[in-house]
């Protein structure tokens, strides 16, 4: 059986190992990660962005970045991937400028000669098609050496590089030349245990920018404190005078946070909504049906925030549960790596770097067996007592760390990949105009075939406050809300002066026949289902209402609809629902 050498989840030690030293955006080489995607690490504080060979190959190479999670907000657009070598990532910086970072992964020195020229070529065609007035901030694992000659290479190369030239770093020279880059590693005079990135004292990982952007570059060095992550390269940090800023963009609805609804199983927060409610409900109403929707939604919310407030966000993870443990073994490492580095020929200090490595490692895999048998049992718990709600709940929490981002999607006629968020926003607009407002045919012949029924005027009557209120008591609990934020529970459980309130507004609504905007929009949500996840049409879409539209409408709980098609059932059409057609009209 094959043993990995590595510990589990080295995203959540890589994340607070760049934390410790203060990284805003990191390049990654060999992340040996299958395919495309992403993932955040809450408590880490870093969303890692990978680039991979196909899920059917074997995960060797794979590049990617790991960017501050408060950074990744600021990004208009996914990094992209060009292949498991390279890839770029576009931001904005202050005074209107860009920067486009490049990370790339190049072949061993013993590599094939076709595998090397093709990586140039690649490389080269990036670098060519990058803005001029862009900044070129390329980072990387060369696997290089370009020695000290900076009067072979002027402008290219410091005085203060490290070592000899090879061929690699030939290839690497004459590419800055092409594109006028400079090598920032060797700008800085300095020990050569703090330029070196290789444990065999070489440097191979290289920060390299255009030469008229040398002066934003203020340091590059490797931390030689950093702990080595299971890799033989040393963490190369450069720091520089560059500002990532957000561009700035219309701003849509912001997402309302969900409130405590669980808190309404007690009694005693009941009687707190209650009578905070009285305190902030309206005593007079604007005759416009839009403000008097505004003003009684306003007091509704100020009054859940004060008595029941939100939900907080429970995030469950193995890792970040064991964090203090998992973090004392890692420094324990990182103490005994440096104590043998001190005095590499002691055999015994070996050993003990050996023992706090294997550590490391044995200990997360008995920590997560741990974490995991205990969920697993209280899931189990809901699924014994049939608590389907719990159930999902507790799936939901403890599924780890999230996979969610900015998805780059295919333009309409495939010509054209979309990654930057106006154009994704503008794509999912155009399908969901064609999705949702195609024209529709009827036959006439179809229409005349259904029985004409007499016009019944009572069905036209105002809406008595028993049926509203019939109507939000037989609403279900546990359901999203709409784009107002307030669930069905509240209504349910406010009282009757509340209930008065909402009669009033429908029979507003009734006599002026206008509808608040509120009850109009609807949020759309989508979820993957398989295939191309740049393609549209591969998505599941679920529209979300407003718990006020379809609730106090004189439906099945008035006995009117239900009545009237009752004594008409004989109407037959070819489609077949597995709802009745009362509750159909509200899907």
């Not at 702990?227 to 500002?243: E, F, G, N, P, V």
């Not at 010509?415 to 999705?435: C, F, G, M, P, V």
């Not at 012949?445 to 069905?459: A, C, F, H, K, N």
Request: overall charge positive; some cysteine; hydrophobic content about 35%.
């Amino acid at each position: 059986m094959f043993k990995s050498e590595r510990p589990e989840r080295r995203t959540a030690i890589i994340a607070r190992e760049l934390g410790r030293f203060k990284i805003d955006i990191a390049a990654l080489q060999e992340i040996r990660r299958a395919g495309e995607g992403q993932l955040k690490e809450e408590k880490g504080g870093y969303t890692f962005f990978w680039k991979g060979l196909p899920e059917e190959e074997q995960r060797i190479h794979g590049v990617g970045f790991a960017i501050r999670n408060d950074l990744v907000k600021h990004l208009t657009e996914a990094p992209t991937g060009i292949n498991e070598r390279l890839s770029t990532l576009r931001i904005n910086l202050a005074k209107n400028q860009q920067a486009t970072i490049i990370c790339a992964y190049a072949p061993t020195l013993d590599a094939d000669e076709d595998i090397k020229e093709n990586f140039y070529c690649q490389l080269d065609t990036i670098l060519s098609e990058i803005p001029k007035k862009d900044k070129i901030i390329l980072l990387g694992d060369f696997n290089a050496r370009v020695g000290r000659d900076s009067d072979l290479w002027p402008g290219i190369i410091g005085k203060d590089g490290v070592g000899k030239r090879n061929s690699n770093g030939i290839l690497l020279l004459t590419k800055c030349g092409e594109h006028n880059l400079v090598i920032t590693n060797a700008l800085f005079r300095q020990k050569n245990k703090l330029k070196t990135s290789w444990k065999h004292w070489h440097l191979l990982d290289y920060v390299i920018t255009r030469a008229r952007d040398r002066r934003d570059v203020l340091l590059t060095r490797a931390m030689k404190g950093a702990d080595d992550c299971w890799t033989d390269h040393r963490l190369i940090r450069s720091t520089m005078a560059i500002k990532i800023v957000s561009k700035r963009r219309l701003q849509g609805r912001k997402t309302r946070r969900k409130m405590n609804t669980q808190a309404l199983q007690e009694p005693s927060k009941q009687a707190l909504l209650q009578t905070t409610l009285k305190g902030h409900l309206p005593r007079e109403h604007p005759e416009n049906v839009e403000e008097h929707w505004n003003k009684l939604k306003t007091s509704i919310i100020t009054a859940c925030e004060e008595s029941i407030g939100y939900q907080t966000k429970k995030h469950q993870d193995w890792f970040d549960d064991n964090d203090k443990e998992i973090q004392q073994l890692i420094d324990n490492k990182r103490k005994a790596f440096q104590t043998w580095q001190r005095d590499t020929n002691c055999s015994a200090k070996k050993k003990i770097y050996a023992s706090a490595k294997a550590d490391v490692q044995r200990r997360t895999r008995e920590l997560k067996n741990i974490w995991w048998t205990k969920k697993a049992e209280e899931i189990q718990h809901f699924a014994d007592t049939h608590d389907a709600q719990g159930f999902f709940k507790a799936t939901k929490i403890i599924y780890g760390p999230g996979n969610h981002g900015i998805q780059p999607l295919r333009s309409s006629d495939g010509t054209k990949i979309l990654k930057d968020k106006t154009s994704i926003a503008l794509r999912w607009k155009e399908h969901y105009q064609n999705l949702l407002n195609c024209s529709s045919n009827v036959a006439e012949e179809t229409l005349s075939q259904i029985p004409q029924q007499q016009t019944r005027d009572e069905l036209a009557a105002l809406p008595s406050l028993e049926e509203v209120s019939n109507a939000i008591s037989q609403q279900k609990n546990n359901k999203a809300s709409g784009p107002d934020g307030i669930p069905a529970e509240i209504f349910k459980t406010s009282g009757p002066e509340l209930i008065q309130q909402l009669h009033q507004l429908i029979e507003k609504v009734w006599v002026t026949e206008k509808i608040p905007a509120d009850f109009k929009d609807a949020t759309i949500i989508t979820l993957f289902k398989k295939g191309d996840r740049t393609d549209c049409g591969n998505y599941n879409n679920i529209i979300i209402i407003l718990f006020l539209y379809p609730a106090p409408s004189p439906r099945r709980d008035s006995g009117r609809l239900t009545w009237g098609l009752a004594q008409h059932h004989n109407i037959k059409s070819k489609q077949k629902h597995k709802f009745t057609t009362i509750n159909q009209q509200y899907r």
